[in-house]
């Protein structure tokens, strides 16, 4: 495994484990706004608030995942480049 490789794989857990919690937390504040406050009118802001962090947490864990996987994810990507040129092999020499 090269450095490069390593580097980008060493980034997946912390990624991963902060989307985790981050998502928790929103979901935890969705069911305080929706279950537990009486008033609806003030559980409308955690309801809100909850929304943002589990958006927040679910862009980290995507993150993250991109990030394991972006050796893997640059090699596809230029293996459909490639194969979306048009005409043969040759196609791109100059005549003398």
């Known amino acids: 495994m090269s ?3 390593s580097e980008y794989t060493m980034l997946f857990k912390p990624l991963l484990a902060a989307g985790t ?3 928790a937390f929103g979901i935890i504040c969705i069911w305080i706004g929706t279950s537990v406050v009486s008033p609806k009118e ?5 309801k809100i608030i909850g929304i943002r962090f ?5 862009v980290s864990i995507t993150l993250a995942f991109i990030v394991k996987y972006f050796m893997l994810i ?3 990507l230029k293996q459909i480049s ?3 040129k048009s005409g043969d092999k040759y196609s791109d ?3 003398p």
């Open 3 to 5: 450095k490069s490789t």
């Open 93 to 95: 020499w100059h005549k």
């Open 74 to 76: 640059k090699y596809l």
């Open 54 to 58: 589990l958006i927040a947490g679910i």
């Open 82 to 84: 490639y194969k979306g």
């Open 42 to 46: 003030d559980g409308e802001g955690f």
């Open 21 to 23: 919690i981050v998502v």
